[in-house]
């Protein structure tokens, strides 16, 4: 079955410091990839996607994630944390083949950077 | 900067009683989508729509479920029947293209009681 697991349910950070939000899935074939972010009581925002080329894509305020054909992981990293970075995370999947769009989500990470 | 957007903001319905979630996609968006979260579960696909039909719906999408674009603005989501598992959060979101990123509203949490 199709799946993406993000294994981390909360990843705390202090601010200043890199942090990585980890995502991996199951999926036959070259699925394209997302992460999304949600604060509270909006919608899930856009950061970033891979589609096709470099394994290492930039997205929004600074975010950045690294997809490894090998291990089927597509994580989340940033070099340095803001407190204002503290929401709700989800990578999502679609396979390649699915022409309806339909996107598989993770369950979400919550991301905590203190002080 | 364009958004998709919702309403209600929260709907509070009786089980048996049937509901319309309202949404406006990103207005030269051509891709639909409906998605649900129950409380503390995944984000689910519901269906897509695309061209003025469903493009693919998921298993959660059954009779009682329909989705419809009325006029060149809106798309909309009717549960005929509530039942209380369908309490929710409900999202729609939008996209210009089929390989695009989706956009999402901000949802509407649909309180079945």
């Known amino acids: 079955a199709q799946s993406v697991a993000q294994p981390e349910d909360q990843v705390n950070v202090a601010e200043g410091n890199p942090l990585t939000v980890k995502c991996t899935y199951s999926?036959?074939?070259?699925?394209?990839l997302f992460w999304y972010v949600q604060y509270p009581n909006r919608g899930l925002q856009f950061l970033l996607k891979?589609?096709?080329?470099?394994?290492l894509v930039k997205g929004s305020y600074g975010f950045e994630a690294e997809f490894n054909k090998s291990q089927t992981s597509f994580h989340l990293k940033k070099p340095s944390a803001l407190v204002s970075d503290s929401a709700l995370y989800f990578c999502?999947?679609?396979?390649?083949?699915?022409?309806?769009?339909?996107?598989?989500f993770g369950q979400g990470t919550e991301l905590s950077v203190k002080p | 900067e364009p958004e998709v957007t919702q309403t209600p903001s929260h709907q509070v319905t009786q089980m048996g009683q049937e509901v319309i979630l309202r949404c406006v996609p990103i207005?030269?968006?051509?891709?639909f989508y409906w998605y649900r979260q129950i409380l503390g579960q995944k984000v689910e696909f519901l269906v897509s729509?695309?061209?003025?039909?469903?493009?693919?719906k998921s298993e959660i999408f059954d009779d009682q479920f329909s989705v419809e674009r009325p006029d060149g603005s809106n798309f909309t989501l009717k549960i005929r029947s509530t039942k209380l598992e369908d309490s929710a959060m409900y999202f729609c979101?939008?996209?210009?293209?089929?390989?695009?990123?989706?956009?999402f509203g901000p949802g509407t949490r649909l309180t079945v009681t």
């Open positions: 979101a939008s996209s210009g293209q089929l390989n695009y990123e989706q956009y």
């Open positions: 891979y589609i096709t080329g470099d394994n």
């Open positions: 999502a999947v679609r396979p390649y083949y699915n022409q309806g769009g339909k996107l598989i």
């Open positions: 999926v036959s074939g070259n699925p394209y």
């Open positions: 207005s030269n968006h051509l891709y």
């Open positions: 729509f695309y061209n003025n039909e469903i493009s693919e």
